[in-house]
């Protein structure tokens, strides 16, 4: 069992960045991929970006180059800095921790509650 947590969110100016925590329970984080989702009003939920057990990063295109997410497995958290924001950014934002190398929501297994990032034009 993997309880996940995030905060960070909060309001900013187009332009401008956040960072993203994601704490996690247990002694397994490091062996778990862990992807940011995010998911907008009316809306689907859409993958961000993951980072696998060795630290290898993949990310939708639409927030390559903007977006870094990372991993510190001492701590048992992992990252999302957002950088150089834009409105359509606005959205919930979830960590997730699953077993595979994957883009679907589906193949995560436990979830955090979301934190909210409002881009602000």
């Known amino acids: 069992q993997v309880q996940l947590v995030e905060s960070g969110g909060g309001l900013v100016q187009a332009g401008g960045s956040l960072r993203l925590s994601c704490a996690a329970s247990?002694?397994?984080?490091?062996?778990?991929?862990m992807g940011w989702f995010r998911q907008a009003p009316g809306k689907e939920r859409e993958f961000v970006a993951r980072?696998?057990?060795?630290?290898?990063?993949t990310y939708v295109n639409s927030v390559k180059g903007r977006f870094t997410i990372s991993r510190d497995n001492a701590k048992n958290t992992v990252y999302l800095q957002m950088n150089s924001l834009k409105p359509e950014d606005t959205a919930v934002y979830y960590c997730?921790?699953?077993?595979?190398?994957?883009?679907?929501?589906?193949?995560?297994?436990?979830w955090g509650q979301g934190t909210q990032v409002t881009v602000s034009s």
């Open positions: 980072i696998s057990w060795d630290g290898v990063s």
């Open positions: 247990g002694r397994t984080f490091s062996t778990y991929v």
């Open positions: 997730a921790a699953g077993r595979s190398l994957s883009g679907s929501q589906f193949d995560y297994d436990y």
